[in-house]
């Protein structure tokens, strides 16, 4: 079965192609990307109208960029997979309108994915792939979860950010900082120069004794650092903050990632989501895990951020699974807001 995936609800148009054979993990045809990172950075941000503009004027040539790198044709398609949501409305429509379009000119099924469930199951088409059960450490530009994954579509929710997501945190320290967008690889990469211990920063709900996560605190509390250095800050202080901002953010990361493992039993962890590329988190989690026994898996680092690929693989494993049926209606909704325990 060929099912074409596409990604389209914040700022990367993506589209790919997976084919499912027996019970066997799908196998990912081909993906074609499109950042929208260079137009949104005049802005400092995701401007949406723009983001859904630029979808409409991306999504079928790149649909047909991964037919011609596979050799296949559009005729060959089984089943058309969407991201429904959680991102930004007018995006998710774009991806939507033209999943359904698509369906209906070729009289196949067509499949909303959850977007998370996407960056949850993309570690699958990786060259060392998880087996189930797994904890899973969720960290994108929305989203900061933890959850217990039995199988697909068996997701339980173990604690999530009462107030900004890791990315939202990493973004608008770098803000902060005078980085541009998106900050969270940007502070990364200045980080690499400064001292994590340099400034003190708080390790929100680090020791709350449950899995719930808070960023808030900390972009004030970086807020405070820039007003005290001043306009003429030197860029060894920059670096410093950066480097104590990615600590402060990558050991909670790190002690609540452990501690659900500690409260589920399990010895596999699951990192996904943008957040996810972090270096330094991937180092730390890799040597703390080593420790305990514990395998990690992470997706391969160009599938961490959004992509088509992790859209077309979670449709089709839904569909394995018997988790999902595709329709045939084409009535198409989006979900801006959606819960992935409730899928
Ligand atoms: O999963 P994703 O591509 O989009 C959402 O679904 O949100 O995640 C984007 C987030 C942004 O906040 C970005 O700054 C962050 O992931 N990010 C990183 C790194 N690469 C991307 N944060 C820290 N270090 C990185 N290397
Ligand atoms: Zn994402």
């Not at 999504?59 to 969407?82: F, H, K, N, T, W």
């Not at 570690?123 to 979860?145: C, I, N, R």
């Not at 690889?185 to 400034?199: H, I, M, S, V």
């Not at 180092?283 to 859209?311: F, K, W």
Request: proline residues 5%; neutral net charge.
């Amino acid at each position: 079965m060929l099912v074409i995936g596409i990604e389209s609800s914040c700022d990367e148009t993506g589209v790919a192609l997976v084919q499912n054979v027996g019970s066997a993990v799908p196998r990912l045809l081909s993906h074609a990307l499109h950042s929208q990172i260079e137009m949104h950075q005049a802005y400092g941000g995701v401007v949406p109208e723009l983001a859904s503009r630029d979808h409409i004027r991306r999504v079928l040539p790149l649909a047909r960029q991964v037919l011609q790198d596979s050799g296949r044709s559009l005729a060959e398609v089984d089943v058309v997979a969407y991201t429904r949501g959680p991102g930004l409305a007018g995006a998710l429509l774009v991806g939507a309108g033209a999943a359904c379009a698509l369906g209906a000119a070729l009289g196949k099924p067509v499949l909303g994915v959850h977007h998370l469930e996407g960056h949850l199951l993309s570690p699958f088409l990786s060259t060392d792939p998880p087996e189930f059960p797994f904890v899973a450490l969720l960290v994108s530009g929305g989203h900061t979860q933890l959850m217990r994954v039995d199988g697909v579509g068996q997701y339980e929710l173990l604690g999530e950010t009462i107030d900004d997501a890791a990315g939202e945190a990493f973004d608008k320290s770098a803000k902060l900082l005078g980085l541009g967008y998106p900050g969270g690889p940007q502070l990364a990469r200045l980080a690499e120069f400064g001292d994590p211990a340099a400034f003190e920063l708080p390790r929100p709900l680090l020791h709350s004794g449950n899995l719930d996560f808070s960023f808030a605190g900390l972009k004030t509390a970086v807020w405070t650092q820039v007003r005290k250095l001043g306009s003429n800050v030197c860029e060894q202080d920059r670096a410093h903050l950066a480097a104590s901002t990615q600590a402060a953010i990558v050991e909670v990361l790190l002690k609540k990632s452990l501690k659900a493992l500690k409260q589920t039993g399990l010895k596999r962890l699951v990192v996904a989501g943008g957040v996810g590329a972090n270096r330094s988190l991937r180092s730390q989690l890799d040597e703390a895990c080593r420790r305990r026994g514990v395998r990690v898996h992470y997706p391969e680092l160009a599938l961490c951020t959004d992509n088509g690929a992790m859209i077309a693989l979670a449709g089709a494993m839904r569909l394995q699974a018997g988790r999902a049926q595709a329709r045939c209606d084409y009535a198409f909704d989006v979900k801006p807001r959606w819960d992935l325990a409730s899928v």
